[in-house]
């Protein structure tokens, strides 16, 4: 079974600044690794599928990379509406683990 | 557009026993995987079972492995999820999800269960 480990577990940013959040797998997973976006009382939403593409809708400044056992999620200027839990996921095989999550607050 | 919507959660004492269902809309059910995914209140997402398009294959998660049980009737496009031997820490809210693909996946809102004397 892999496991994901994020970190760190809390960015503290203001608007405008990047924010770079990493994800790291036991053992390689390929390109199969998906990013998740959750807000208070809201079901997660997509934003990166295969390490590197952006789901539908997702605003260019949200961009992922990496491959193996090393990726990052990188928000390149957050808005106000970027503040929230970003998970990862591997999706090789059963069971599609996640990572514990890194929350992005404001500073 | 894709819907998934749960129900069945409430609360339940431990030992208890309860059924999750989710209504499936707007895709053709009975070809895709389904899974459910729960979130203990403010933890994080854990992965609690899945199943395949026809129903033949399943996987369970070690930490409810013997007392979940996930199934499907794809002649109601509808997911369940049973579960017995319920326990404190059962408590979560259980997303429906739907890997319709890599690059989309679908959530319904969640089911609320509460497992207390």
């Known amino acids: 079974e892999f496991v994901l480990t994020q970190s760190p577990a809390t960015l503290s940013l203001s608007p405008g600044e990047r924010a770079t959040l990493s994800c790291r797998a036991s053992?390689?997973?390929?390109?199969?690794l998906a990013w998740f976006q959750q807000k208070p009382g809201q079901p997660p939403r997509l934003l990166i599928y295969d390490a590197s593409n952006r789901a539908t809708g997702i605003p260019a400044r949200f961009s992922g990379s990496g491959s193996g056992t090393d990726f990052t999620l990188t928000i390149s200027s957050l808005e106000p509406e970027d503040f929230a839990v970003y998970y990862c996921q591997h999706r090789v095989n059963w069971p599609f683990t996640f990572g514990p999550g890194t929350k992005v607050d404001m500073k | 557009e894709v819907q998934l919507l749960e129900s069945g959660g409430g609360f339940v004492p431990p030992g208890g026993s309860l059924r999750l269902s989710c209504a499936a809309s707007?895709?053709?059910?009975?070809?895709?995987?389904m899974t459910w995914v729960r979130q203990a209140p403010g933890n994080g997402l854990e992965w609690v079972s899945a199943?395949?398009?026809?129903?033949?294959?399943?996987y369970t998660a070690d930490s409810v492995k013997g007392r979940f049980t996930i199934s499907r009737d794809n002649s109601k496009d509808t997911l369940y999820l049973q579960m017995n031997s319920l326990r404190a820490e059962d408590t979560a809210v259980y997303y429906c999800v739907n890997d319709y693909s890599n690059s989309r996946i679908y959530w319904g809102q969640g089911a609320l269960v509460t497992v207390s004397s």
């Open positions: 053992q390689s997973v390929s390109n199969f």
């Open positions: 707007g895709f053709t059910f009975s070809s895709y995987a």
């Open positions: 199943i395949d398009a026809p129903g033949d294959r399943s």
